[in-house]
């Protein structure tokens, strides 16, 4: 048994990656870099916390950091109420900051002609 950092809930890593899957279709249980049951993973995903979950990003190849991309992300992107993941989605892949906004620039300039 495993026991939620978060709660102290006692859990089985199986078990939650269940429900975790069946709440959150972006993210991914594995990638949790602390031990967190299910519904403080849900909650985690939200609003992630350094060191709290790590990607891949699937156009360079870099491992990173959630809560980190997401700020970088917020603090250069020029499309006001936007977030990373709705950009992931839009793509229809997971990318770091800097991939992320090098898309984003490009369907700007796309709208802009
Ligand atoms: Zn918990
Ligand atoms: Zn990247």
Known sequence: MKKCINCGKEYDYEFEEDIFTCENGTLSYDNFDKDYCAECAIKAAEAPDY???HEECECCGNRFDLAE???IY???????????ENLWSQAGK???ASCALEFENNQLDKLDC
């Open 74 to 84: 917020m603090n250069n992107t020029r499309v006001i109420d936007d977030s990373l």
């Open 51 to 53: 060191g709290d979950y």
């Open 69 to 71: 991309e997401i700020s």
């Open 94 to 96: 997971i990318m770091c």
